[in-house]
T-cell receptor, first 110, second 113 residues
């Protein structure tokens, strides 16, 4: 069964606003990864945060990780219409099984 | 570098027929994954290979699904016989090693009628 769960399931914002989505997981992890999926396409890696890191930035993306709460958040600042996509967290466990969450569907309204 | 190649892009079959999907990972990537993604859901791992050995196939319906990765490079995923509930996108991904960043192919959209 999948161990990652994102919330909210769907998010709709105006262009220029910030979007925050969260991920919770169940077992110990080596790292946590966020991916984006545009409609009808494969997934694209966005950012990886290791289990000993608490925060990481990449361009307009900011990821936090709280291993005590088994949760992570992805913040997209100054959103654009092109950010419209589904966002998934993925957690390779220490057993090296790889699980994706159910995803957050983000709509950015121009 | 070339990305992950998958074929075919689309496949329509009738229930109880057989179907096979092919994946060519990025050169040098030891780990290969097959996922099933049903509309509106996240990818579900079916099988994970490390070179030509299976790391995890706990969610593979082994009565009808099979996969192989001969010589630790290309991989095929087969469904025999197909059921209506197998309609989904089948994604292949590869990574340098277990737990690393995954690179995805465009997927094969299967419709079972």
């Amino acid at each position: 069964s999948q161990q990652g769960e994102e919330d909210p399931q769907a998010l709709s914002i105006q262009e220029g606003e910030n979007a925050t989505m969260n991920c919770s997981y169940k077992t110990s992890i080596n790292n946590l990864q966020w991916y984006r999926q545009n409609s009808g396409r494969g997934l694209v890696h966005l950012i990886l945060i290791r289990s000993n890191e608490r925060e990481k930035h990449s361009g307009r993306l900011r990821v936090t990780l709280d291993t005590s709460k088994k949760s992570s958040s992805l913040l997209i600042t100054a959103s654009r219409a092109a950010d419209t996509a589904s966002y998934f967290c993925a957690t390779p466990s220490t057993g090296n099984q790889f699980y994706f969450g159910t995803g957050t569907s983000l709509t950015v309204i121009p | 570098e070339a990305g992950v190649a998958q074929s075919p892009r689309y496949k329509i079959i009738e229930k109880r027929q057989s179907v096979a999907f092919w994946c060519n990972p990025i050169s040098g990537h030891a780990t290969l994954y097959w996922y099933q993604q049903i509309l509106g859901q996240g990818p579900k791992l079916l099988i994970q290979f490390q070179n030509n050995g299976v790391v995890d196939d706990s969610q593979l319906p082994k009565d009808r699904f099979s996969a192989e990765r001969l010589k630790g490079v290309d991989s095929t995923l087969k469904i025999q016989p197909a059921k209506l509930e197998d309609s989904a996108v089948y994604l292949c991904a590869s990574s340098r090693n277990v737990g690393n960043i995954q690179y995805f192919g465009a997927g094969t959209r299967l419709s079972v009628l």
